[in-house]
């Protein structure tokens, strides 16, 4: 039990001298280490789901909520997770981990799939992410707006960049003033 012990508490300290001597590169321009990959994944897949699993979610489906989400996202968040029809940005590029990109991804068409993830990005929306760069937006909006952009992003899959573009100057000539609403 002593030598157990011992290389216990060996093994801490030397992870803490290598740690602490720099060893490990914190450069955004610097991947993980495999395992230091995997670890941060699972750990923040986890605690996401955690704390999002009993979410009500609210009906998704009006034209207004999803214009009000369309205007946010192409306010807020565009620069980091793009939108149909845009290039990446400077910063986009310089994310590390780098930040999903919407409509990208392939559609959701499980009601039992999308109820989770729309728990899931409202969460993360509200809350943000530590040292992801994404911001806890629920600091500065209220929970009809983040459910709005939530919306959004469920539906950004199937879009075209004409489409995004109309939605987008639709919303603008609408009351959800982005500026005014916080």
């Known amino acids: 039990m002593k030598k157990i012990l011992s290389l216990l508490v060996a093994s801490i300290l030397l992870i803490i001298i290598v740690i602490g001597s720099g060893a490990y590169n914190m ?14 994944e699972w750990v ?15 009906p998704l489906d009006s034209a207004e909520l999803l214009s009000k989400g369309a205007e946010h996202y192409s306010a807020m968040c565009t620069i980091c997770h793009l939108a149909p029809g845009l290039e990446p940005t400077e910063l986009s590029i310089g994310l590390y981990p780098q930040a999903p990109i919407f409509h990208q991804q392939a559609p959701i068409s499980d009601p ?26 629920g600091l500065s909006h209220d929970d009809d707006t983040i459910w709005a952009m939530t919306a959004f992003i469920l539906e950004i899959s ?3 960049p004409k489409q995004y573009e109309n939605l987008i100057q639709s919303a603008g000539n609408h009351s959800n003033d982005h500026s005014n609403h916080h």
């Open 112 to 137: 039992m799939v999308q109820s989770n993830r729309a728990k899931e990005y409202f969460w993360v929306i509200k809350n943000g992410l530590k040292m992801t760069a994404m911001p806890a937006w």
């Open 44 to 58: 923040r897949e986890n605690s996401i789901e955690a704390r999002a699993k009993n979410l009500e979610v609210p």
């Open 27 to 40: 450069a955004a321009t610097e991947k993980h280490w495999g395992i230091t990959e995997k670890i941060i």
């Open 158 to 160: 199937d879009m075209t």
